[in-house]
């Protein structure tokens, strides 16, 4: 996906008949980083959902679409645009996060007395298939964790991938809450403060188990390392990419015959099932995952009834 400063450049290209709509482009994307805050690889989605937009209405209206068009589009034009967007094959998530990302940016026009359109809140979010979490289980977690360090070149990057491995399934973090983690973060006590999605902070607790990896990976690192830099570095220096981790997880997943859903994410999926499956309750699991809403959280108990219907019907009885 290109970056945010090279999407904002081709936004500029499908608005360079009218210098309104390019302004108001440029306020919007302002809005995103400033108020929003969202991180460049968010914002890059929603400025390539928007250009994709633009880019069609330059066709279906036979011109660079203007500011002043965005109040005059019906329905059936927005339709239209979403129909586009199916026959190109696009999955219905990726429809969905598109009308929602155009919708905002209508909301966006309103709000700041750009003109705005009733019309497209007319037109129904695609019906999207019902996700259910998929984790690994116990064994294969456990085994996952064991074996990452195994090919590493170093001894310190061995420690921290098993670091990182064990803040996913035993904390439950996001591959960037760990990886967004400062020296200054590492935890010396019992818990840790992260920060997730929107820009929220919350406190999680770490297992010694957790904390003794961390503490085994800083111990091994062999340079120095600023309170105030990453936690996690490359081999290079730099701060560790979470392509690195992924690809650790490709080829465990290669040696250990597990399923493509088999994610650095699915040690987290993982982490909750399995604190599940153990008695927790459902409102403390959402605050460790940081879960704005229970329904969210909600999903694992799906996963935990599979799993007990699943050894059910193994039941030597059930013949």
């Known amino acids: 996906m290109a970056g945010p400063a090279a999407l904002t450049d081709t936004l500029d290209l499908l608005a360079e008949s009218d210098s309104e709509l390019r302004a108001a482009l440029h306020e919007w994307n302002r809005w995103l980083v400033s108020e929003k805050q969202y991180s460049d690889h968010t914002i890059a989605a929603y400025?390539?959902?928007?250009?994709?937009?633009?880019?069609?209405?330059a066709q279906h209206l036979g011109a660079a679409p203007r500011l002043s068009d965005?109040?005059?589009?019906?329905?059936?034009?927005?339709?239209?645009?979403?129909?586009?967007?199916?026959?190109?094959?696009?999955?219905?998530?990726?429809?969905?996060?598109?009308?929602s990302v155009v919708r905002s940016f209508f909301r966006w026009l309103e709000r700041n007395e750009r003109g705005g359109n009733?019309?497209?809140?007319?037109?129904?979010?695609?019906?999207?298939?019902h996700a259910v979490p998929k984790p690994i289980t116990v064994k294969s977690a456990e085994a996952v964790i064991d074996m990452v360090g195994d090919d590493a070149s170093e001894t310190w990057i061995a420690a921290r991938d098993t670091a990182v491995l064990m803040l996913l399934y035993g904390a439950g973090l996001r591959i960037g809450e760990a990886l967004g983690l400062m020296r200054k973060d590492a935890p010396t006590g019992d818990s840790i403060t992260v920060l997730g999605k929107g820009s929220k902070e919350r406190m999680v607790p770490i297992l010694p188990v957790v904390r003794e990896a961390l503490k085994d990976y800083l111990d091994k690192y062999p340079r120095p390392l600023p309170p105030d830099e990453a936690l996690f570095r490359g081999a290079r220096g730099g701060p560790l990419s979470p392509r690195i981790i992924q690809?650790?997880?490709?080829?465990?997943?290669?040696?250990?015959?597990?399923?493509?859903?088999?994610?650095?994410?699915?040690?987290?999926?993982?982490?909750?099932?399995?604190?599940?499956?153990?008695?927790?309750?459902?409102?403390?699991?959402?605050?460790?995952?940081?879960?704005?809403?229970?329904?969210?959280?909600?999903?694992?108990?799906?996963?935990?009834?599979?799993?007990?219907?699943a050894q059910y019907r193994a039941h030597p009885r059930n013949r």
Not at 285 to 291: A, F, N, R, T
Request: proline share 3%; glycine share 6%.
């Open 47 to 57: 400025q390539q959902d928007l250009a994709q937009f633009l880019g069609f209405l």
């Open 70 to 99: 965005m109040q005059t589009l019906r329905a059936a034009d927005f339709r239209a645009w979403l129909a586009n967007l199916a026959n190109a094959g696009l999955k219905r998530t990726s429809v969905a996060r598109a009308l």
């Open 118 to 129: 009733q019309a497209i809140q007319l037109i129904r979010t695609p019906k999207l298939p």
């Open 247 to 309: 690809k650790r997880m490709q080829l465990l997943r290669a040696q250990l015959g597990l399923p493509d859903s088999a994610t650095p994410h699915a040690l987290r999926h993982s982490f909750a099932t399995h604190l599940l499956s153990s008695g927790g309750d459902l409102r403390s699991i959402q605050e460790l995952l940081g879960h704005a809403s229970l329904s969210t959280t909600q999903r694992y108990t799906e996963v935990d009834e599979a799993h007990i219907l």
